[in-house]
């Protein structure tokens, strides 16, 4: 699941009476900024957006870039399905009141280098500070080490580091492009670690599919981090090596696309059951997609206590991990019949129909870019509470998790911890919100003090 802008992250919950302000359609796919001139009269700006809604383009955002006496230069940004551009692009064409003069680069302008870089913590402006921090003075630093492992956390940047390792294999919705292609993804993670809870979070590309190689490739070079951070491995390869680095290592492991998720999605149904009034405990759940995030989200409810769990895939051995785990394995028709809320992370648009949708159901269509049944349409078929992947955003998560832990010292995540996470994201969320702002570092402060009590109060030292 996609890191997703702060708007969309705080969407307004989404049941009746409460309507997303912004409800996305089906069809949206690619981002993309146009620049399109207007002349500067009356209807001139109304006739290039009826012209791009009537194409089926959803407009994110508007702003004015330029303005003489005669035109307007607009910075139009859309969301798009690859097909739609021809067609977009030749009815723009056809107005006599503007011309497309070209498309923003803003998006690769702001990759541009790189996200992120590796920089001094401290000043080197003398001969005598080269001496003390490198040699010979650092020297002293490399024995007190060797003498107190512990010594580490207090005298590097141990204690604050974590490695982001992926192999490509699962990167966004986009699948298996390969470690290099899914890097901005890496640095982006890299990004929200440092802005919001001031953490070194270094990308670990790995080309490598087999997990047994994986796991030793981690295994060597964890020394060097104080946690490790797992991120877009496909299943079920995911679940062998994040099993085998939690053995492995004496630190904590956080494979965000099954735990992370999981945490931000019970966060995200404790707040919108509490404004529905549907008490989660009694309540039947169906997960529809036991991949990585579905097997997540399943396992973490289970542990919170939800009495009665079912969930679909096509692939008999999820089936018999979920079945493992304690949930009951079902078709998606009898599931879609029986669920008082239902979790969709399968990856395909579309699957859910208007006519599965039961009155009163809460729906989680949590696959991104497309969702498998739009908010908008669950709610016209009689959902009481809709919403999608854009708002349940696991960018809420995995920095707190990791900052909570590291500032424990914890040398495993725990149940407990993810739990306490998830109540303290759904506590932080505003009235009539289902999640808090993503970019507000105060919530990942807070959700980092919950974390680390949680493991100071032992829970730590109990493997799940």
Known sequence: MAASSAASARIRVAHRGIMDQN??????????????????????????????????????????????QDKTVWEITIEIDPGIGPMLYERLGRLPNARLIGKSDRVFDRHRGGKIEMVAKVPLDSLQQLRDLYTPGVARVCLAIQNNPEALWDYTNYGNSVGIVTNGTAILGLGAIGAQAGLPVMEGKSMIYSKMVGIS??????????PGRIIDHVTAIADSFAAIHLEDISAPACFEITEA???????????????????VALAALLSATREVHQNLHEAVIGQIGLGAAGIGISRLLLRYGIRELWGADLR?????????????????????????????????K??????????GQIIFALSNPEPEISAREALEAGARFATDGRSVNNALGFPGLIRGAL????PRFTDAMFLAAAHRLADLSPPHEILPDVLNPQVHATVA???AKAAESGAASTPR
Request: net charge negative.
């Open 23 to 68: 409800p996305r359609p089906r069809v949206m796919q690619i981002p993309e900024i146009l620049l399109v001139e207007s002349e500067h009269r009356p209807g001139s700006l109304g006739r290039i957006l009826t012209a791009i809604g009537e194409c089926g383009v959803v407009i994110d955002h508007l702003t004015a870039v330029s303005r003489n």
């Open 201 to 210: 979070g270094i990308p670990i590309l790995i080309n490598e599919t087999d």
């Open 245 to 263: 680095l939690e053995t492995r290592l004496a630190k904590p492991v956080l494979h965000d696309d099954q735990q992370g998720t999981a945490v």
């Open 316 to 348: 008999p051995e999820a089936i018999a991990q979920l079945a493992a785990l304690g949930g009951r394995p079902a078709r998606i028709p009898e599931l879609m019949q029986v669920a008082d809320i239902v979790i969709t992370t399968t990856g395909v």
């Open 350 to 359: 579309n699957l859910i129909s208007k006519d599965q949708i039961r009155p």
């Open 407 to 410: 500032n424990s010292r914890a």
């Open 449 to 451: 003090e919950a974390v």
